[in-house]
């Protein structure tokens, strides 16, 4: 009997983009922004806080964030001392990748849920990596910034080590892949979707017309919202009633705002609509929510 066990024949490209290990500050922070690549961050030390599409999420350490490409996001330490992190920017040409890293907006993987998995075991290797060029008299250093530059065989084990992890974290989530091209953001719809959340946004004070932000970017109602959708997972207008329960959420638990103050700065008609649409996103009125101990609130 003669037999031969092939494996399918593959062929996709790994792109590494600003792969390293950082230490932030106490009180650190970075302004909002977006990547065209898929960002993946580990918490190492410390903690901080991404706000993503208008919602807060807490990395603590050994806790896991996937971002989809075109997400804008800011990131701030929110630990008392330093706040330490691996982070890869990254894409993968393989459509069944490509469908499950681009199902949500992000995902968060905790400290609990990626210790049942290889990854405790892969950044160390990295971190040897990058030990093994600190020795070396090939790196370039600067105050606050060290630049490597691998040989042929490190370059290998990099991207070796990059896609195992990548293995993982695939491994770990769970939405279902899709193969619909349609639900892949190009650059330039991301870049698109981000000025039309930037306008969105500019002054709360103000409720935007979508019809006007659509005509001012020469582009249909339709076309505006559903560009806006694809990148931010909602319609403009639930992204903005987001943004305000946030926003809402915020000046009552750490201002001195009189209910009335906020709802105007929220761009409410009256206090009294802001109170029952304050209801609606957390099912209790304003007062209620400031004097509550524990947030429990409801997202709309």
Not at 13 to 38: M, N, R
Not at 73 to 98: K, Q
Not at 108 to 115: G, H, S, V
Not at 227 to 242: D, E, H, L
Request: proline fraction near 5%; glycine fraction near 4%.
């Amino acid at each position: 009997m003669d037999t031969i066990f092939v494996f399918q024949n593959i062929t996709s490209t790994l792109k590494i983009d600003g792969c390293h290990f950082g230490v932030k500050p106490e009180a650190w922070s970075y302004q909002k922004h977006h990547h065209h690549l898929y960002e993946l961050i580990c918490c190492m030390e410390g903690g901080a806080v991404q706000e993503i599409n208008g919602e807060k999420v807490e990395l603590k350490k050994g806790d896991w964030i996937l971002l989809k490409s075109g997400v804008s996001h800011t990131v701030a330490n929110s630990s008392p001392s330093h706040y330490a992190y691996f982070v890869i920017h990254f894409d993968l040409d393989d459509l069944d990748a490509r469908s499950r890293l681009g199902a949500a907006p992000f995902r968060l993987i905790p400290a609990t849920q990626a210790k049942q998995s290889k990854l405790p075991h892969l950044v160390p290797e990295l971190e040897r990596l990058m030990q093994q060029k600190l020795l070396s008299e090939e790196t370039s250093f600067s105050p606050d910034f060290v630049q490597f530059s691998l040989p042929l065989h490190q370059r290998l084990a990099l991207q070796a080590y990059v896609l195992l992890i990548l293995q993982e974290i695939l491994l770990l989530l769970e939405a279902p892949p899709s193969m619909d091209a349609r639900n892949q953001v190009s650059a330039y719809e991301a870049d698109v979707a981000h000025s039309i959340e930037e306008k969105l946004t500019a002054d709360f004070t103000t409720n935007p017309s979508i019809t006007a932000i659509a005509s001012d970017m020469n582009m249909s109602r339709s076309q505006l919202s559903k560009v806006f959708a694809k990148v931010y997972g909602v319609s403009p207008r639930q992204y903005i009633s987001r943004r305000k329960w946030s926003k809402a959420k915020e000046l009552l638990v750490t201002s001195n705002l009189t209910v009335y103050a906020i709802a105007e700065q929220l761009g409410f008609s009256s206090v009294n609509h802001f109170s029952r649409q304050f209801r609606k996103w957390t099912g209790v009125s304003p007062n209620q929510y400031r004097h509550m101990p524990i947030e429990k609130g409801i997202e709309p």
